[in-house]
C-alpha cells in the first residue's frame, strides 16, 4: 500500500492500494470481542459494492454488510412527496432509520440485529434481510452520503470507527453506471440520461464530502476485471 502525500491541508491520506492490502487492512479491524464499523464511501460508480464483496469473501464470518441502500424511500413514497425522478438524492432515504440501526450494530445486544437489504432488480428495499450476529467483530457499511453534512447525515460519521473514500475518475464512473443500469434493463438512451443528470449531480455532492474521511483510497484493480456491477 503506497501512501500519497495529501493534496492539501486538512486532506486525508490518499493511498494506492490493491484489494488484498485493503482486505489485510479491514482485517486488522476484526478481531474477535470487539465491534467496528467501517464506512466504504465514494461516488455512484466507484466500486464500492465490488470492493464490499472482495471484504466480505475474504474475512468470511468475522465480517457482515449492512448497506446505506437499505433505507432508500419505497417507490411509493418517493412519489407521494415528489421526488420519484431523483431517487438516490440525499433527501431520499431514511436517514433516521440508518442512524439508529447504526447505533444497534456499534453496541450490538446478545441477540442478532437485522438490516434492510436493496434488492436493485425490484428497486426496492427488503426488510430484515441481513443478519448481523453479536459475534461477529467487523460491519461493513457502505453508501455515497456517509461522509455528508446536509439532510441529517452528519449523524451518520458519529457511527464509524474509520471510513474509506474510493477515488475513481468521473469517465469510469459513468460508463460503470451506464451499464449497471442497461444491465437492468434501461434503455441506452434512458441509462446514459439518468446517469448524467441524476449520478452525476449526486456525485458531485459525494466528491465534495472527500475530505472528511480518514483515507483515500486509489484502488490499483484493472478496469476488464475490476468494475463488475460496482455501487
Not at 21 to 27: E, F, W, Y
Not at 125 to 150: C, D, Q
Not at 178 to 187: K, M, P, Q, T
Request: aromatic residues 6%.
Amino acid at each position: 500500500m503506497h501512501e500519497q502525500a495529501p493534496p492539501g491541508a486538512g486532506s486525508p491520506p490518499a493511498v494506492r492500494a490493491t484489494p488484498q492490502q485493503l482486505v489485510d487492512r479491514a482485517a486488522a479491524l476484526a478481531r474477535p470481542g470487539t465491534r467496528r464499523v467501517l464506512g466504504i464511501t465514494g461516488a455512484p460508480g466507484a466500486g464500492k459494492s465490488t470492493l464490499c464483496a472482495a471484504l466480505l469473501h475474504a474475512l468470511g464470518d468475522r465480517a457482515a454488510l449492512v448497506g446505506m441502500d437499505g433505507f432508500h424511500y419505497a417507490n411509493a413514497e418517493l412519489a407521494r412527496l415528489g421526488r420519484a425522478d431523483r431517487k438516490g438524492a440525499p433527501d431520499t432515504f431514511d436517514v433516521d432509520g440508518y442512524v439508529a440501526l447504526l447505533g444497534r450494530l456499534r453496541t450490538p445486544p446478545p441477540v442478532p440485529v437485522y438490516a434492510p437489504l436493496f434488492d436493485r432488480a425490484l428497486e426496492e428495499s427488503i426488510g430484515s434481510a441481513v443478519r448481523v450476529g453479536p459475534e461477529t467483530p467487523l460491519v461493513l457499511t457502505e453508501g455515497n452520503y456517509l461522509l455528508l453534512e446536509e439532510h441529517g447525515w452528519s449523524a451518520v460519521r458519529a457511527c464509524l470507527d474509520e471510513v474509506w473514500y474510493l477515488d475513481v475518475p468521473p469517465d469510469v464512473r459513468e460508463r460503470r453506471l451506464v451499464r449497471r443500469r442497461r444491465s437492468y434493463g434501461h434503455a441506452p438512451e434512458a441509462a446514459e440520461e439518468w446517469v448524467r443528470s441524476v449520478d452525476g449531480r449526486n456525485g458531485r455532492t459525494v466528491e465534495a464530502s472527500r475530505s472528511h474521511a480518514d483515507l483515500v483510497v486509489h484502488l490499483d484493480v484493472p478496469e476488464a476485471s475490476g468494475d463488475g456491477i460496482p455501487g
